[in-house]
């Protein structure tokens, strides 16, 4: 099904739907300690391969562990799929997250996803946030040496500014940027731009909001009546017309709601509803 969003190459080596998997949401509440029932938590993946998606998108801070866990209890060894981690967080409890970019730290986080997804090199190996303690370019030097070691394939970033990018590129290639972005949030806007011009990946992170548009009369109402679709269903149509680096990887601890999610991969806006719904949006 989410064959029909099309393809992307990460960093010329990757080829990935277009449409993805974000896994923070099969962990529980506050993405603390295990899903309130892991069999459903691996039902998700189980469904989420059967619909298309090859590009899976998770963090060592998601549990903390629990996500990796499961996706390597149910997807290893990964055949067709593109497994991307994050490190840079350390975690203390429900909801509380605490930035750690020291290059020891990154070096076992990696390491330790590694051992956890019973994999021998991490196809995308993210630097979760760049932390303000440390110079920017030591945890990227990590992360680079990192690959030269062949643990991890692709490097990417979240939550950066277009500044961070060039720095960053300035150390290592780059193959994505994910931060938060959706029809109602497009504070990263330039980033976006900016990924779309030098062929980088571009993850959106909470792309379903979709705040008074979806409300009727809305542009997304509008456009989900007219597709017969659900107005976040749109949400996630337009971001895939937005540009053609965009990721979506919307997740969820719900098949229903994946497959909800999934379907929204062969909707194809007009030029006039992309543009309409930007533009309110703006």
């Known amino acids: 099904m989410v064959e029909a969003a099309g393809t ?3 960093a ?11 896994a ?3 962990t529980g509440e506050g993405v603390w300690g295990e899903p309130p029932d892991r069999e459903v938590a691996k039902r998700v993946l189980r469904r989420a391969v059967e619909l298309g998606v090859d590009f899976v998108d998770t963090a060592d801070s998601y549990g903390p562990e629990v996500s990796e866990n499961l996706i390597a209890e149910e997807l290893h060894p990964y055949e067709g799929i593109t497994i991307a981690t994050k490190g840079g967080f350390e975690r203390s409890g429900p909801g509380k997250w605490h930035i750690n970019g020291r290059p020891e730290h990154l070096r076992s986080a990696c390491e330790a996803s590694l051992r956890r997804l019973n994999a021998e ?7 979760h946030r760049r932390d303000p303690k440390v110079p ?5 030097g990590t992360l680079t040496e990192l690959r030269q ?3 991890i394939r692709l490097i990417g970033l979240s939550e950066v500014s277009v500044e961070d990018l060039e720095t960053a590129l300035e150390v290592t290639p780059v193959a994505t940027v994910q931060n938060r972005y959706n029809v109602v949030d497009r504070a990263s806007e330039d980033v976006l731009d900016e990924c779309e011009r030098r062929g980088i990946g571009f993850m959106p992170w909470f792309p379903l909001a979709t705040g008074k548009l979806a409300q009727p009369g809305g542009p997304l109402d509008d456009a989900a009546r007219r597709h017969d679709a659900a107005p976040s269903q749109i949400a996630l149509a337009w971001l895939l017309a937005r540009s053609p680096v965009m990721l979506p990887i919307p997740g969820t601890g719900s098949v229903e709601h994946l497959e909800e999610n ?6 194809e806006l007009d030029a006039d509803e992309v543009e309409r719904i930007g533009g309110a949006a703006g």
Do not use: H
């Not at 090199?121 to 630097?127: A, G, H, K, S």
């Not at 999934?262 to 909707?267: F, G, K, L, T």
């Open 8 to 10: 992307f190459e990460l």
């Open 12 to 22: 010329g080596e990757l080829t990935v739907n277009r449409l993805g998997f974000g």
């Open 24 to 26: 923070m949401r099969i």
């Open 121 to 127: 090199r991490i196809d995308l190996y993210q630097l």
């Open 136 to 140: 920017f370019e030591e945890s990227l």
């Open 149 to 151: 070691e062949g643990k």
């Open 262 to 267: 999934c379907a929204a991969a062969p909707i």
